[in-house]
């Protein structure tokens, strides 16, 4: 039986701090996981890690029984998986369906070269994540938080994946802004995605997720139901501790 | 719609222009036109590699070098046709460049500058002691085959090979290939993040600029005739080709062409009344107060200009 995704005893150490302690877990295909902790816990490590931006001391990390260890970003991404990041990091002097045809963009020079770019699939992608007909070709500088995370989730979603991790989706964004985008997330759900969530807003993570889990200091500190999670004693003090 | 029928009129008026010039001005002003051409293409060379991607090439004469030393080589000792020695010293540009800035490829910024730069001295010293009876030494080559002679016929080929230059380049900026070179200057992880590979991208930018700096550099070597490594291995031509295409207007094709013109007349102008090395100072001076005023250059300058120039017609109209 091999997971969508799974992490087998992964280490990493920057130095003498050790942000990722033997955490082993997997996801089942469809599911939505949400990964929770306080400041510091090492959740985005666990992204950059699953991505290949930073390369674990030890461990496997496996994506359908194939250990994707060694391999560089853009073969990860050719598998499935891409993530968006908890600071947006869009292309600042690029409009927004410029932004996101570069993540329709194949991994081949040839092709970059003799075929144009999909017009009809990035305004297709933009109006998605919930940009107005008016927003396309707006550029980074004049969009709100809320906009640049919209941007973020359609360029991940341009890479056609089938695992999305998102880091942080809600931070910094109205209730109106949360909403939209629980709703186009709710929306990937329902069509098979299998998602990695991580936030500090609970109360939005909740109804988004089908399982959590809970890590401090590089470990796992509970794991389970929402519910059964957040009434685990060892959460609610690293919760309090940590914040 | 009327945007782009100007923009092709105008650019028909450009090249009409040129083409026309030889009739216009004197032959000592045609001969600085010359310099001009070859450094524009010199200049989009650079911006290809360093303006889109933002890895700055102090090496560049570097790759002029290979291109013009290899052509000379082959048809001076040799005996090569030029019809041979050029596309021969075009491989030779992209084959030794790329071995050479591969592993400047896994490294940034400063430290990519300060390799390219290494490069360049490198070769310098290199040509000087390695098979001078090649070479020609410190002194170098001179008697080299020309391609044309006179300055107007010199004036034509090398517009012809700058504006085929720029307007191939200016199609493949125009591609997504050069939607993606761009982006790695503004955010090379977001880049890795869209799945794309940066190595391989950064790559194909060396690649395409290595092969414009050789088809530049050979050329250049026949039509001077000589070479020395002083010339070209120099620090002075290198800021002269960074700052062409900076003060003209990085990340664009026409930028470097306008900078190209700006510097080269710059120079001449100076030229009687600084004679010396200092003339190098007053048109450092004169580029970076340009720079400081519109870090996007001339170019950009100039279509603020036009655009409110524009607005003012359309306001002062009924
Ligand atoms: N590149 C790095 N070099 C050194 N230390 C790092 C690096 N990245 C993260 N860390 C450290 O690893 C630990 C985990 O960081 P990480 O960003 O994964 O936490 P997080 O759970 O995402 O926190 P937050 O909720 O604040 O986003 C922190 O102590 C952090 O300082
Ligand atoms: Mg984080």
Redesign the interface.
Known sequence: MSYPLELKDVVKRFGGLTATNHMSFEVNDGESLGLIGPNGAGKTTIFSLI?G?HRQTSGEILCNGEDISSL???AR??RGV??T?QIP??????DVL?NI???L?P?N?WQ??????DRYREIELALSVGFSEDDLHRHPAELSMGDLRKLELA?TL??DPSIMLLDEVFAGLTAGEIAQIAELINKKRAEGMTLIIVSHDLRSLEPLIDRAIAMNHGSIVAEGSFAKVMADPDVRASYLGGE | MGIRWQHIALWLAFIVFMLALPELVSKGTLRTIIFANFLAIFAISWDVLSGRTGYISFGHPFLVGIGAYTSAILSYRFGFPIAASIPLAVIATMIGGTLFFLPALRIRGSYFALVTLAFMELMYQLVQVIRPDLTGGTRGMSGIETITRGAVNNYYLSFSLMIIIALAMWL?MK???G??L??IG??E?????????TT??KL?AFMIAAFIAGLGGAFYVHYLGSIAPRALFDINFLFTIIVAALIGGASTIIGPMIGAFFLTFLLEYLRPVLPGAERYFIYGGIALILYMYQPKGIYEVAKQGWSRLRAARAGAGP
Do not use: H, Q, W
């Open positions: 991505m931006e560089p970003t853009y991404i050719g891409c993530r990041y990091r869009p292309f600042s002097e690029m410029e045809r570069l993540g963009m991994n020079l970059m070269l003799t075929r144009n770019p360029r341009a890479t | 493949v591609t997504r290939l939607t993606a761009s982006a503004m955010n992880e977001s880049v890795r993040g869209s799945g794309l590979d391989k991208l194909a």
